[in-house]
Structure formats: C-alpha cells, structure tokens
C-alpha cells in the first residue's frame, strides 16, 4: 500500500471515529434533555400532590370530577349512578369534545369525561375530587379492540351513517347528543378500523382475499378484519391504547392540556425507561383520588361507590335542599335533553349515546307527584335502580354488538373466542403495557384497602362502651347461665349478630342499668 492510499484510509478511519463520537454525542445530550424535562414535570407534578389528610381526602369536595378511562365500565357509573344522584342543572357542559367544554358553568358539580388528569388544570383544584376505575390491561386492551371494530362495522349495514362523520352544523340546538366519533379515543381509532374493514372487504370483493370458511378465532380473521396481533402493533394503537391508563391518570395522553405534553411523550417514545417517573406520578394520583375502582370487581366496587361517594353527594344535596330523587322525575323541555330514566328509556339513551349517529333523543317525560322528587333518595334506593339499569343497558349492549357484527360474521367476539387467543399474543399485549399492568396492581392494593377500611366502618365495635351494652342486652334477653366469655366466643363466630343488635340496642339503651 503506497503513501496517498494510507493517507486516504486513516482520513476515512478518523472521520468516522469523529462521526460516531458527534453521533454518540448528540444521542447523549438527546437523553439528557429527554430524561430532565420528564424528570422536572414529574418532580412538580408531585410536589403538587403533597399534603392534605387521609380525613380530607375521603370528603367529598365542590366538584366531582370522573376520570373516565375507556372500556372500564365508566359509562355505567355515569348513566346508572351520578345521573340519578345529580340534577341534570349540576352537572358540568359535556366535555368529551374539548371544545364543548366550560368550567365556569355556574353551579357544575360533576364532570365525567374521557379527557385526562390535566384538565384539573382547569378546574379549582382544592374543591374538587376526583374518582376513576381500572380494568386488567389486557382484557382493556381486547375491549379497545372489540368496540373499535364494533362501532366501524356499523359502516358496512348502514351505509347512511357516512353522513355522521361530518360536522354536524353550529345551530343544531335541537340535540346536544356526543356522538361516538367526537369522543376520545374513539374519534381516532373508529375511521382507522372503518377504511381498514372497507378495504378488506374491496378485497374480497375482487377476490384478493379468500373469507376464511372455519377460522380458528375471531381474533385472526385477516380477511375479514384487522388481525388482533397487527392492532397490537399498529403504531396508532401504540399512540392511543398502550399504557392509556396511566398516561390518562397521569395527564399525558394526546388529548392533553399539560405544555409541553408532546414533548414529553416523543421522550417517551425514544426512551421507553423513563416511563418510571410516569409511572410514580400516576400511582401518587391514584392514591390522592377520592375513589378508585376496578372493572374485575364490578358489584363490589358499586357497593364501594355507592356507600363511599353516593352517599356523600346524597347528604350534600340534601344539606343544600336540592329536590332530586330518580332523575327519570328531572327533565328540561327547553332544549330536549333529559337524563337517564331507569327502565326502557335507558336502553334508549345508551344505544344512542354508543352510536356514531347523532340523532334528536326523543323524550317521554314521566310524570310524578312534585313530591316525589323532593323524596330521600337513599343508598339503598342508589343501588337498587343502578341494578335495573345495569340489567338494562348490557341487554342493550349485546343486542347491539350481535347487531353491529353482522357485516363482518363469522366473526364473533366473546369469552370462549378471547381463550382462543394465542397465548405468545397475551405476552405481548402485556409485554407493550408493562405500565398499565403495574399501576392496575397498585389499584388493586388500594382497592384492598379501601375495602377492609369501608367493611370496617360497616361493623366496627366501639371496645369499651359498645361490649358494655351488648352484654347489657344479651343479659336481657338470654338465658343467665351464660357467662361474659360465652358471650364474647359467639360474637366471635358469629360477627353479624352485633348489626342485629345494634339496632335493638339503640332504643334500650338509656333504660338499661350500667
């Protein structure tokens, strides 16, 4: 090798160490700009969450605020609990549409909607409380993609819904129904799977694509839907679905007031490892919320709700002598809207509100007494026309789903056809919401104690002056051969028997001799 030609090479050696060096460089000072600023809004963002009192945050504030994450069950509660606990002029302007939103309505007591943890930046902070509930990530993950594919498949049988998709004019006063094209996430994800169902179906069509006579699942039916393992990895389903959860609680979703929020989430996606301080500000909120609960435990968490917040908003509307009790009894002929009546008209609404068109709800208003609706509305009552309209609106639901499949059948989404999942698919769905599956174990250990805490409270025994009285009572009313320590062994065994007790003691009370 002559002079010229090792002259040339080590040039060429030397601008390439040079360049991996500038190279490395700037992927270092990327990493170190990325992990300062999601560092400093983690930093302030707890700092914000410090103090209060365990006492002050299970009271329930001015405002109640209701994080709804999707495919949670959040509906439910908002159709089935807040609107029967709260009178249709108390609740917040709807705000699933960032544009329809107005915090300063006076007298908005209740805000449910799909926007994330930073919209308590518009909010009055101190007097507001905030509830949400959590779902397993991966059963989330399915239901994302379940009614993504449900509510775009109603595009194949009703071609007239095309006309949904356009904006609706600025004086149509007549209806202020959400459609499900105006709400987050769904505005993305539904014409994402709709020109994806067109285009497979075109396909067919010409015979590109061969319909699958006897598919294993219908979670792999290429062609007749997206794949369940192409969703997964769908860059869209990366942007919106993911760790939702904790990009919701946290504040951080693409629906987000925070500045800077975009910024911080391309960090993110760069740098999946500073997910952590992600993570750590979701999990403080969670534990600051008023109420948290999960979809798994679904009649226990609305028992949970019901005692913990319904309760609450009952003594406050009665403190402020609000007239309410059912709100089928509320309704507001000026502009049509009504809220939810428990019966036949809840069906109505719920498959209205689900459907991408948005059509005038047609009310019917029940007419009752006046003095009805000043009637105490009890937990009790809560929980007994919340079981109606669950009934109700998941019989509206499956009616719905077997409706919206049939553009795409055979396919058919259940529990028996989920099992059929591959198992490698289940990993992954897991491996890419590793965030999610920490923060619903953190919920669950507050669900836990939220639980113990409420079952407490329910059967707590004062030690003292309450066992004083039970025996009191029992001495009362059994036989004298029994002894103090007997009498203690049977409430032992048998727990319930002081709720029994209680209530007969409370009257006796003052006549017994101590």
């Excluded at 996430?185 to 006897?214: C, Q, S, T």
Aim: charged share 25%; glycine share 4%.
């Amino acid at each position: 090798m002559n002079f010229s030609a090792l002259s040339v090479l080590l040039f060429v050696l030397t601008v390439s160490v040079a360049g991996k060096s500038v190279f490395g460089a700037r992927n270092y000072d990327d990493y170190g700009h990325c992990k300062a600023i999601v560092k400093t809004w983690a930093d302030q963002s707890l700092q914000e969450l410090e103090g209060g009192t365990e006492q002050e945050r299970v009271l329930l504030k001015d405002l109640l605020f209701f994080l709804h994450v999707p495919r949670t069950g959040g509906r439910t509660y908002f159709h089935c609990f807040l609107r029967n606990l709260y009178p249709h002029n108390q609740e917040c302007p709807r705000s699933y549409d960032k544009l329809r939103f107005d915090p300063s309505k006076p007298e908005c007591r209740l805000l449910v909607t799909h926007d994330d943890y930073s919209i308590l930046s518009k909010l009055p902070k101190v007097k507001t409380s905030v509830v949400t509930v959590l779902r397993s990530p991966v059963d989330r993950v399915f239901s994302s993609y379940e009614f993504s594919v449900e509510v775009a498949s109603r595009f194949l049988i009703h071609p007239s819904l095309s006309s949904s998709i356009r904006p609706r004019p600025k004086n149509n006063t007549i209806s202020q129904g959400v459609s499900t094209l105006d709400i987050w996430p769904w505005k993305y994800l539904v014409p994402w799977m709709r020109e994806d169902l067109f285009a497979r179906r075109d396909a067919r069509r010409i015979g590109r694509m061969a319909i699958e006579k006897e598919a294993d699942n219908s979670y792999d039916m290429e062609a007749m839907l997206m794949p369940l393992r192409e969703f997964i990895h769908h860059p869209l389903a990366h942007e919106i679905v993911h760790n939702g959860a904790t990009f919701q609680v946290a504040g951080l979703t693409n629906n987000s007031y925070i500045e800077g929020a975009q910024e911080i989430r391309q960090c993110l996606v760069k740098y999946s490892f500073l997910g952590k301080y992600v993570l750590q500000v979701a999990k403080r909120r969670l534990d600051k919320m008023l109420y948290v609960g999960l979809t798994e435990n679904h009649k226990e968490s609305a028992t949970m709700f019901a005692n913990m917040v319904g309760a609450q908003v009952i003594s406050q509307l009665q403190k402020s002598n609000n007239s309410f009790g059912l709100s089928s009894f509320v309704t507001n002929n000026r502009t049509g809207n009504r809220l939810l009546s428990i019966g036949s008209d809840s069906e109505e609404l719920m498959q209205q509100q689900s459907s991408i068109e948005d059509q005038k709800l047609n009310i019917h208003p029940v007419t009752k007494n006046a003095k009805e609706k000043k009637e105490n509305f009890t937990v009790a009552k809560l929980m007994g026309s919340y079981e109606g309209c669950v009934s109700t609106s998941r019989s509206s639901q499956r009616r719905r789903r077997i409706s919206s499949l049939k553009g795409i059948a055979p396919a058919n989404f259940s529990t028996e056809e989920r099992s059929r999942v591959p198992e490698s698919v289940i990993k992954e769905i897991e491996k890419l919401n590793s965030l999610d599956v920490e923060l619903y174990e953190h919920a669950h250990k507050i669900y836990s104690k939220q639980w113990t805490a409420w079952l407490q409270q329910q059967t707590s025994i004062p030690l003292e002056s309450s066992i004083q009285v039970m025996e009191d009572t029992f001495y009362n009313r059994a036989p004298r051969f029994l002894s103090v320590s007997s009498f203690l062994a049977f409430i032992t065994v048998v727990p319930l028997v002081y709720l029994i007790y209680k209530v007969a003691a409370h009257g006796r009370t003052s006549k017994l001799k101590i």
